[in-house]
């Protein structure tokens, strides 16, 4: 049996010590209101506060009617291109989209073929990790989180490139483009070692195809047979692209222009992003929308009845059900109001996919509880603006259907996001601006400085 290590012990000192924390850190909500202080950077409709500018890709929610901002349906583009036609266009022409996006996103224009075979095949050269890495880094100390990993792989290798301080932007562009290329290498190559060594499970450490996408390569990496249907592959593309980049204002991205303006390498900046994108209230939203889900089906009988899928939701408003944390998990968005236009697109294809895997009454499930919680949280909570499905909603029903282990749904989040990380950290770097440093104001009264003899024990 493995002995606690003191060491890591939460011990009644410290416990001490927290409450004064807790004691002195705590600011009256009241105060937030007398300064006008936006909270978390956004005011109370939730609309954010303007820190920056960006010509990478535009999250629209509202229209002007009659000179006043009105709710309108979400629509995403990447560099002025409609998400919707992006997708639409190469799922016609029934190519891998991924590569495609992150083209666009890195240099602002579609690529001809002929530019798109050179991207992917300059991404394919760059998908070889150095030497040992995966027995010294990836092997030794795997970690229960996939993302600590992640993060701990980026910052490792600063430590193997020859230039990693220089912050020229073609160097970066290199950098940028080589953590493209391995991020799915990295993330699957950190769970297989887990699965291995935490869980008994036995080691498959396949290497990447270069002729494969990014999507296929994800599938092939971490089945022990790399075996994949078309369908599948065609779906986590989707996702990939759906994911890849969401504004600058989202908090991973906002992470990498914050740190980026500091002038730091690019590894550091990308660790950044990854610590923020591992938070639940940002990239795990998924995780907790398939455990919601799953603890429904426990405690719902009839998945198909209105008014018993519509009182466990109820439940959870009401901080009597799953987590007790009064949230439906994957309804609502801080930017769309009507509709988020990634669960819009991404539900035409779960629903196909669903039928391939045999799993439409969760699909229909799933889409009931799409259409019920709108109005569930309309009845029971005063809201400012309109509640609809996110892209989270959906995508952890997809990786579950792509027997993707919970472990990696965040990973794959940032396997995507990191195009747009790049893009982001390229265009703050290009702009040479200020480093970004926003005001706190201080509600500490100033007081006098007393000697040691003089102080009282807590």
């Known amino acids: 049996m493995r002995m606690p290590n003191r060491l890591y012990e939460v011990t009644p000192e410290i416990v001490a010590l927290s409450e004064l924390c807790q004691k002195n850190g705590h600011i009256d909500a009241e105060l937030y209101n007398q300064f006008d202080v936006k909270r978390g ?20 929610s509202k229209k002007l009617v009659d000179g006043q901002e009105a709710p309108c349906r979400g629509k995403l583009y990447y560099r002025g291109i409609n998400i919707e036609d992006l997708v639409g266009g190469f799922i016609r022409e029934k190519r891998f989209g991924f590569e495609e996006a992150a083209y666009l996103l890195l240099f602002g224009d579609l690529p001809s073929q002929e530019d798109l075979k050179d991207f992917q095949e300059l991404l394919s050269s760059y998908r070889s990790l150095p030497t040992s890495f995966v027995r010294d880094i990836i092997m030794k100390a795997p970690s229960r989180d996939m993302m600590n990993t992640l993060a701990r792989s980026v910052l490792t290798l600063y430590s193997y490139d020859e230039y990693a301080d220089d912050i020229s932007i073609p160097n970066v562009l290199r950098q ?14 950190g769970y297989q070692a887990y699965n291995h060594y935490h869980e008994g499970q036995s080691l498959f450490i396949h290497s990447p195809s270069p002729e494969l996408s990014t999507a296929e390569n994800i599938l092939h990496l971490l089945r022990p047979d790399s075996s994949y249907t078309e369908l599948e592959a065609r779906v986590l593309d989707v996702a990939l692209v759906l994911h890849a980049e969401h504004g600058g204002g989202n908090n991973s991205t906002f992470a990498t222009r914050v740190v980026s303006s500091s002038g730091t390498d690019t590894y550091s900046a990308i660790a950044g992003a990854i610590g923020s994108l591992k938070g639940p209230r940002h990239g795990g939203a998924n995780i907790k929308v398939v455990r919601m889900i799953e603890d429904l089906k426990e405690n719902v009988h009839d998945w198909t009845d209105e008014e018993e899928v519509g009182g ?5 408003l009401h901080k009597e059900a799953f987590d007790r944390s009064g949230l439906i998990y994957g309804m609502g968005h801080a930017v769309y109001s009507l509709s988020d236009p990634r669960a819009e697109i991404f539900k035409r294809f779960v629903q196909n996919l669903s039928e391939e895997k045999g799993r439409s009454k969760e699909f229909q499930l799933y889409a009931l509880i799409e259409r019920l919680a709108p109005e569930v949280i309309a009845d029971e909570r005063k809201i400012y603006k309109g509640v609809s499905a996110n892209v989270d909603f959906y995508s952890g029903f997809v990786y579950s259907m792509l027997d993707l282990p919970l472990e990696l749904y965040t990973p794959i989040f940032a396997i995507s996001r990191i195009a747009g990380w790049s893009a982001h950290r390229m265009e703050e770097l290009v702009g040479a601006g200020k480093i970004i440093r926003p005001a706190y104001r201080n509600v500490c009264a100033h007081r006098p400085y ?3 003899g003089e102080r009282r024990s807590k």
């Open 41 to 60: 950077l956004r005011d109370l409709n939730g609309k954010g506060v303007l820190t920056g500018l960006t010509g990478i890709s535009d999250v629209c």
């Open 176 to 189: 940028c483009l080589q953590l493209i290329a391995l991020f799915p290498v990295l993330s699957v190559y």
């Open 450 to 452: 007393l000697p040691i």
């Open 312 to 316: 466990y939701l109820r439940l959870l």
